[in-house]
């Protein structure tokens, strides 16, 4: 009978503990879940804001820290040096100009067909450039003197005149070379009887040809642009400017 209640009295403590385990348990968990989830959502949160200004701030400063070679040179100095070769500036573009004038009047005998049929044109003609091409066949060896002005001047001049200017004058000269070709022919058949039909396609073509390139090479320079899109003249004309 003792042993029994002993047994009981045995049981109903274990009983009894197992339940005050379980129900202190259940209260310390919650609180205990409590007391970190909070900390570390918090930490969380303060983690990503942190990265979140770190990618705002990459983002606001994108620009380069130094960009300065071991001289203290800007390192973009020679490709912006290139790139700004191309442009005329100032001054420079009225006298890059110049120099087309002697292709003007060398080419201005190729348009008389073309003057015949468009009146205007052979009033501008007129105008513009007849009192230029009188006084350049009034005077002997003008022409010889004026394409050597522009042909060696600019070289002489190398320290007072752009690269630009020496580009342009030099490329002048070159149209005006391509002009020597057909006023040797015409000179060559001068006195022979040569159709019409095929003598003023000819010469229309020269005058059309050797004008459009005049027109381009001067407004280009006119809007600051270096023309230097003609094929095999404009890469002659670099080849004699020289790199400087």
Known sequence: MRSS???TILATFLAYSCTSLCSGFTTSCPSHINSIT????KS????WSKEDGDDSKGEEQQQ???NLDIFGQPKDKERRKFEDEGDIRGPDRIKSCIPYMLPLIDGDSFGRFIYERVPPLAT?????MRPFVEAFHAVPFLSILLFMVFAIGPQLL????????RFNAQQAIFIDLALLFPILIGEAIEGETV???LLEPSTNFVW?????????????????????????????????????
Not at 38 to 41: A, L, Q, V, W
Not at 124 to 128: M, P
């Open 5 to 7: 209640t002993g047994v």
């Open 38 to 41: 909070p900390t570390t959502k």
């Open 44 to 47: 969380h949160m303060i983690r």
């Open 64 to 66: 380069p820290i130094n």
């Open 124 to 128: 501008l003609d007129y105008v513009l």
């Open 158 to 165: 190398r320290d007072s005149l752009s690269r630009e200017v």
């Open 195 to 197: 159709p019409r039909q």
């Open 208 to 244: 059309i040809g050797y004008m459009s390139l005049v027109l381009y090479s001067v407004a280009s320079c006119l809007r600051g642009k270096k023309p230097d899109q003609i094929p095999f003249i404009s890469s002659a004309a670099e080849m004699s400017t020289g790199p400087f």
